[in-house]
């Protein structure tokens, strides 16, 4: 089956432009999880989606980023006024959620976004 | 501050051999840890996980071993072939959270 994609797979954008960075899940994955991984780090958690929500943002490093998942499928990531340190991978997460309280993550291939 | 350290950014080791990948955690409320593959250009692909309920769970040649009361958890591969040539990550997270807090990454390095 298709596993998680992301569009589009590079970004480059001038500093203070809009960007929206897209996600498509694993049909029936209820939770929907964004990270940034910036150059020799390892991906750090921004946002989970529980279905509809934004469960867990605390990880959205500032209010120039926002995600929404409006039917509980596609998730899009917007960062606003765009800064070159906002420079990196980012990638999306999506799992079954189903309560067992395990819950692997499968990754998307992430977009590589570069704020010149 | 990093919860979840992998203190050896890369390593070598030949063909056949055992590729012995470590892990680190400060966190004592983690419960559930996962190794990640990850290729050039590609998104981390999920390789095997344990509950702190167990010290071992392994897969073919993958096994993961953790240790609660140092906070150490190591993924052994055995034997070690070209193809498993990447990037390894550990992840951490608290089973009743929604966080998975990853380390910084093994390179490693099969030699033919």
């Known amino acids: 089956g298709a596993g998680v994609s992301q569009t589009p797979s590079n970004k480059v954008t001038e500093k203070g432009k809009y960007v929206e960075l897209r996600c498509d899940p694993i049909?029936?994955?209820?939770?929907l999880y964004w990270y940034r991984q910036s150059l020799g780090q390892g991906p750090e958690f921004l946002i989970y989606?529980?279905?509809?929500?934004?469960?867990?943002d605390s990880g959205l490093p500032n209010d120039r980023f926002f995600a929404v998942r409006p039917e509980g499928s596609v998730s899009t990531l917007k960062i606003q006024r765009t800064e070159r340190g906002d420079s990196a991978m980012y990638l999306c997460?999506?799992?079954?959620?189903?309560?067992?309280?395990?819950?692997?993550?499968?990754f998307g291939p992430g977009t590589r976004l570069t704020v010149l | 501050d990093q919860q979840v350290k992998q203190n050896s950014p890369s390593l070598s080791v030949q063909e056949g051999r055992i590729s012995i990948l470590n892990c680190d955690y400060t966190?004592?409320?983690?419960?559930?840890f996962l190794w990640y593959k990850k290729y050039p250009a590609e998104g981390p692909t999920f390789l095997i996980s344990?509950?702190?309920?167990?010290d071992k769970n392994e897969d073919g040649r993958f096994t993961v071993f953790l240790n609660k009361s140092a906070k150490h958890l190591s993924l052994h591969i055995v034997p070690s072939q070209p193809g498993d040539s990447a990037v390894y990550f550990c992840?951490?997270?608290?089973?009743?959270?929604?966080?998975?807090?990853f380390g910084t990454g093994t390179s490693l390095t099969v030699i033919p």
């Open positions: 992840a951490a997270s608290a089973m009743a959270g929604n966080q998975f807090y």
């Open positions: 049909s029936g994955h209820t939770a």
């Open positions: 997460a999506s799992s079954l959620k189903s309560g067992s309280g395990i819950d692997t993550q499968y």
């Open positions: 989606f529980q279905g509809t929500g934004a469960a867990d």
């Open positions: 344990i509950s702190s309920i167990k």
């Open positions: 966190n004592s409320m983690f419960d559930y």
